[in-house]
C-alpha cells in the first residue's frame, strides 16, 4: 500500500525556486523535493552514525593481542554490571 500523501509547506529561497521551477517540471516537482528530502534525511542520519562510531572509546593494542585486549574489556564490562547489581540491591 502506497504512503498516503499530506500537504507541507515550507519556505525557499527566491534563487533555489527559480531554479527548481526551471529544471523540474511542475508535474514533477513534488516528488523531485520528496527524493531530495528523503536523501537528505538519509545522509543525515549516516552522518549521526558515523559521528557515533567515532565517539566510541578506543582501545589501543600496541603490545597486546587482540585475545588479552577482548580478555581486559569483558573484565571492564563485568565490573560494570557487578557495581550496577551492587547498586539495584543484588
Known sequence: MPDLKERAAFTLS?????????RVPKSRRSQFVEDAIARALDED????????????????????????????????????LTERHKRAGG
Open 14 to 22: 527566491a534563487s533555489v525556486k527559480t531554479e527548481l521551477e526551471l
Open 45 to 80: 542520519t549516516r552522518a549521526a552514525a558515523i559521528a557515533a562510531i567515532d565517539r566510541i572509546k578506543r582501545y589501543p593494542v600496541k603490545d597486546v593481542g587482540a585475545v588479552e585486549t577482548v580478555r581486559r574489556l569483558r573484565s571492564e564490562r563485568d565490573a560494570v
